[in-house]
């Protein structure tokens, strides 16, 4: 016999309304009623099964209301476990009406909105917006209802006494919502963080390229096993190519090097990739730009390898130093040229008269070197000044210019002394005519404005081997036939002598 006062029996969807039960029992004898079973026409035998049946069920009805029993319970904790993780979750979950105002909101949404969640209750949540996204948040919403698709995007949340809060929504709908198709849902995940990194990130990018561009500095990739080149679009404003016409294999890209560059910069690059270990270093090197005009540039060349050790990529950091080479041929130009003339100075004079010595040595040649001292220089500068004795000067090495040979060497001292190193001559009359045809050149009077001015030339000479072995010695000593020269008489030479 069930017994409704004992709990066991009661169904645990009834056993919080007894009164529900009793009238479940009411409805359960009625239908018993209905049955019209005639109990007299059952057998003592029948009337065994039957009871041992009721018993069977009984038990099965008991089993059945404690896994009843078992799974509320299972369901009260998975229940109570779920509200913990939507409230303590550090996502901000939002559930939302048609018309966008707020039903439901966890901590973690109220405070990115920085309002209590009772307050939130019925509140739009575009008023949390800044007006400069209201348009992505709406046009987003429009598409959510008309696809019913999952929408992503990001905007900022309005600070009370702070700058706003980037937040990516994540919106859906919740059909699952009985009665209110409706509603939707959002989650809020705040990326300030990432926003201040990628502004960070992009602010150094910006400098970097800022400093790349004033520094003239890019960059490409070689890949020394199939020989294949990468440039970036950056490339166009150092070589004028635009993308299409980049180089795509080492090959092209060699066809820009300038010819006398192109062996050895090539043997450069193999080298360093079959190097083992090889430490970052630099090249040189000319390129053809698109507009036909060579540039210096400047590569520092750095390895990247495999697991295997193995060079798969070669990084050329390159820059464009053609003003600094310009800059430093300049110096050195002004550094071995004497200002005023133009002539090689006394340091170049020395270390191309010792070629022109060594190649003299070599083929057994004679070689002459010519000292020339200008009379009457100083007179001429001090009587009409310095600006006109040194276009006398200028005049004078223009005139040593023209009367030589393209293999000789014409060099200024200082002052009003020249000398000419005259390369392969057959004898000591070779060095004479030669000087005849200078003092001829210089006799001729100079006509600086409206003077005709007139510097005769003293003129020493010294051959090589007979005279010096050195440079020094030969200028020594043609200097001091140039002295007994001008004893002489002015335009006049003199070979050295014993």
Known sequence: MINLDDSRHVPVAFASDPVSM??????????????????????????????????????????????????????????????????????GYLTLNQLGLIQQANLAAARLLETPRI?????????????????????????????????????????????????????TLAPEVEGDPSVWRVNLV???ERKRSERDLLDTQERLRLVAEIAELTFWEWDPRTNAVFFPPEWWRQTGYALGELPRWLGDWA?????EDRERILACLGGFAAEDHAAPCEIQYRLRRKDGIYRWFAARLESIRNGADTVVRVLLVHQDVTRRKESEDQAVRLAQHDPLTGLPSRALLDQLANHMLASARRSGDQLAILFFDLDRFKPINDTYGHAVGDRLLQSVAQRLRDAFRAEDLVARLGGDEFVVVLARIGD???????????????TLPHRIDKLELTCLPSLGISLFPQDGETVDQLIQRSDTAMYHAKQISPGQYQFVTD
């Open 22 to 91: 009793l009238t479940l029992r009411q409805r359960a004898e009625a239908q018993l009623g209905i049955l019209d079973v005639d109990e007299h026409a059952i057998t003592p035998e029948a009337a065994r099964r039957l009871v041992h049946e009721l018993r069977v069920h009984q038990i099965e009805l008991e089993m059945q209301n404690d896994e009843l029993r078992r799974v509320q319970d299972a369901l009260e904790l998975s229940l109570m476990r779920y509200f913990d993780l939507y409230e303590l979750a550090p996502v």
């Open 255 to 259: 066809t820009l090097l300038h010819p």
């Open 428 to 442: 000591s009359d070779d060095a004479a005519r030669a000087a005849r045809t200078a003092i001829a050149a210089l």
């Open 190 to 192: 705040d990326i300030s």
């Open 119 to 171: 307050h939130l209750l019925d509140q739009p949540l575009s008023r949390f917006i800044l007006p400069e996204d209201q348009d992505i948040h709406y046009r987003h919403r429009q598409q959510l209802w008309s696809t019913s698709e999952r929408q992503s995007y990001e905007i900022r949340l309005r600070q009370a006494d702070a700058e706003p809060v980037w937040v990516r929504l994540e919106t």
